[in-house]
């Protein structure tokens, strides 16, 4: 028999049983009135945990044909837009609107480090920008940006703001509306609960405004025909009736729980991983200032790499993520996002435990453990 698994990557994430039950649904008509009521009900719960009055809209895509989609339908060939990143999925962001032709400028800052929202007003100052691109929580090293301080630098000057919220919706706060993010990707595989397969596209006033100026080759990812369908309740195209089954059932399970205690979920789980890992003597890589609530990345022992680390850990079922671009031999990432328990930390932190004394690098059995059970245990007093 193989080892029970137990899947910690930042994506995709584990999946409630009730929401993979849904999933087999069998098919109906998606033109007909059971589809409408089930495409209202998710529009209407994504609108209330994307914190939004505005639209959203889902198509079927990874993740990033949604930052593709907030691209197209709010930019012209030659525009010029700011391009904040912090790692691997914020260089995405700027490579997708390189390639449909915008005049992109890149801040960059060091990978593990956070995006100075100073330097980001001092670059805004300039030249002439439309619009501005950013990650709120870089998947790759484990940082979360300072969202809130960097819209309203970006609201202060009047200009677009696209945020890649991916790895960061219902693991920490965005306020969609009222800290002006005009358009919010997330990606149904992260802390949704769902398989992979969906994108949803918040799309606020403004971006409607410039969505009328985009001059952008699109068409699949057409936010008015889009917009248009939704007007009954429809889609354009054929939607992904087995990943909406399972978006309602997973919306009636977050929207039980409530945005506030799913981040504090996660704020919890993340610093009983942070925590254990420390405990154990390994280095964690994020800014401690900014170190995100989704997932932990950590600096392997010296002599030992991510990939040996990460084939000993699977042996016992834990599968956790190694690094990504020019991090990939030097960290590993465990991800506590979606549908993640305290206990499945404890697991991990155990397995972590065996799996560096079996490639002998000794740790005292118990000791990481016992520091993410103390963080628990004084989180419920
Ligand atoms: C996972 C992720 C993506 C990409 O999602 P795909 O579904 O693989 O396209 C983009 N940005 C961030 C921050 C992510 O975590």
Redo the contacts with the bound molecule.
Sequence with gaps: LHPKPLLMI??PTPVPAEVLQALSTPMMNHRGPEYQALQRECIAGLKQLFQTEGDVLIFP???????EAAVTNTLSPGDAALHVTV?V??E??GDIARAFGCEVTTLAFPYGQAADPDAVARALGERDYKAVLV??????TGVTNDLETIARVVQERGLLLLV?????MLATDLQTDHWGCDVV?G????AWMLP?GL?FVSVGDRAWEAHGRARCPRFYFDFAKMRKSMERDQTPYTPALPLLFGLRVALRLLLEEGLTASFARHQRVARATRAGVQALGLELFAAESHRSP?LTSVRPPEGITPRQLRAAMRERGVVIAGGQGKMEDQLFRIGHLGYVSEIDILATLAALELTLNALDRPVPLGTGVAAAQAMFAADSE
């Excluded at 990606?187 to 992260?190: D, I, L, P, V, W």
């Design positions: 930042p994506g895509a990874a993740g990033t044909g949604g930052l790692g999925f914020g995405r962001f990650t709120h929580n870089e998947t790759s890649d919220g991916i790895s960061s990707v990606g149904s595989q992260k992979p994108t989704s």
